[in-house]
């Protein structure tokens, strides 16, 4: 059963930094390419950044480019997602997603970032 499991959301204050994690399981995790995609309040989901399954190609959404930055660790099944200047713009619950149309959609169940003072 695939699971992907997110942690280190909380409250920071703007210009704060929060590093995410998305633990996965269930799979080859070293195999996929995986995503960001985060929901505001009242606002569907955006899709936020993407990283390849080697690691060595990401993309962003221009407006988070040069203030976050996404990796994996193939050793841990894990995939980050740095978040540095936050803005309250940045508030919403984040998830991670895998999407492949061989293993299929999968999402956690997301964190909860606020930027507020």
């Known amino acids: 059963e695939v699971q992907l499991v997110e942690s280190g959301g909380g409250l920071v204050q703007p210009g704060g930094s929060l590093r995410l994690s998305c633990a996965g399981s269930g799979f080859t995790f070293s195999s996929y390419a995986m995503s960001w995609v985060r929901q505001a309040p009242g606002k569907g989901g955006e899709w936020v950044s993407g990283?390849?399954?080697?690691?060595?190609?990401?993309w962003y959404i221009d407006s988070v480019k040069d203030r976050f930055t996404i990796s994996r660790d193939g050793a841990k099944n894990t995939v980050y997602l740095q978040m540095n200047s936050l803005k309250p713009e940045d508030t919403a619950v984040y998830y991670c997603?895998?999407?492949?149309?061989?293993?299929?959609?999968?999402w956690g169940q997301g964190t909860q970032v606020t930027v507020s003072s």
């Open positions: 997603n895998l999407d492949d149309p061989w293993v299929g959609d999968y």
């Open positions: 990283i390849t399954a080697g690691g060595w190609t990401t």
